[in-house]
């Protein structure tokens, strides 16, 4: 018997009093459970980020999230080396655990109400496109598709607003959106809407998007069909109410797989600070295009987002006309993609024109654009569109947009745009 494993009096002695003491007390049992949980997590991760230091010991391989046991353990017939993970003069550091698919759907069905699973699937919190998971999930009412994706933002930025603010009614129906700041500091969105904004199908979208206070964002997505796409309903809604989506995404797990994701390199080169433009406000988007529009239009309605894009629904008459704008820095690196094969004004300035189906499922709709980039190393880039509908989810109600391809091109390259360069 090893020296740890002799029974000792005094804990003998220790555990009696403590049963005497407790027989009183009345537990919160799911409180319990749930914090049990989270020790034997935090217990695991600690044990996998150990540095192996001369003794035999567990750690986390630095591939596909395997875990290598000692040489002399006989659970497993396949051995290997731990690699230290360290700095170019190899000095260990401590890193955050990676985390194997299979390990994001434990992890996932350990949250979920009793059921059944299939077609699962995951990638690692080292996989290049990012983790995530995926699975198909019954719990007895029908099957239905629950997705998970993982990902690091900059706080405080639009990107931020836009995964947290509940959308515009005009652009997209929905049932039901809350957006809360919650006390850590995390903003939490709860959304029940559409697969299809058009309704085409019966297809029902319900998300939780928590994004933290230090940029961890972890989404969740459930449909009420075995598929997100092409596959027939299986049950009047979704299986995850919004209280169970609550639970569900704020899992502490969780945040401990967006720490796991390896870092760009791109943010580790300089740790000068970085300056941006500010952002253009969807407001003043909006305001400078109400002011380019002919005077012949009437604005019916507006709206848009806190930042880079705003829209107006415009009537000459003939009936309303939706003309929506994106006014965005840095996008050289688009050029070459985005304009491809059109105009390089004299200035500098490349221009490109579109004229195709609408973006959405509106029968009938067609979309009419122009969308250009300025010369210079901020990428600054206007881009306008206008459509035969005032609704994109509904049908075209005239033949064309009420703006013709020429005021589009006049809005897009206005000098009024340069005071938000």
Known sequence: MLETD?????????????????????????????????????????????????????????VGGALVLPADDPATPARSNAASAGTPDGTATAAAAAFSGDDLLRELKGLLPRGTYGKESARGSDHQLGPGAHLVYDDGAGAAAIGMGFARVEPGSARVRELTACPDHDFTPYDD??????????????????????????????????????????????????AEKDAPVSRDEPPLSTERLRTLVTAGVWREVVDAMPKSPKASRSTAPRTERPEVSGKSVGDTLAGLLPGTLDVVTRGGQESEYAYLVVDDGRGRSLVQINVQH?????????????????????????QGPGEKAG???????????????????????AFNTGDQNKDATRDTPALTMEQLRKIALSGEWDRSR
């Open 6 to 62: 002799r029974p000792d009096p005094f804990e003998d002695r220790l555990s009696a009093a403590l049963r005497d003491a407790g027989d009183g007390f009345q537990a919160d049992r799911a409180a319990l459970v749930t914090a049990g949980r989270v020790r034997g997590r935090r217990a695991l991760l600690r044990r996998r980020t150990a540095v192996v230091g001369g003794v035999a010991g567990v750690a986390l391989a630095g």
């Open 177 to 226: 959106c809350t957006s809360d700041r919650l006390p850590d500091g995390s903003t939490l969105r709860l959304y029940q809407g559409y697969e299809y904004p058009d309704l085409r199908v019966d297809t029902k979208l319900w998300t939780a998007d928590l994004v933290t206070a230090e940029g961890q964002h972890i989404s969740v997505s459930e449909w009420n069909s075995p």
């Open 330 to 354: 840095g996008m050289a690196d688009s050029a070459g993609q985005l304009y491809a094969g059109g105009e390089i004004l004299p200035d500098g300035t490349r221009l490109v024109t579109r």
């Open 363 to 385: 029968s009938g709709v067609v979309m009419w654009s122009v969308d250009t980039l300025r010369p210079g190393p901020e990428g600054f880039r206007v881009v306008i569109s």
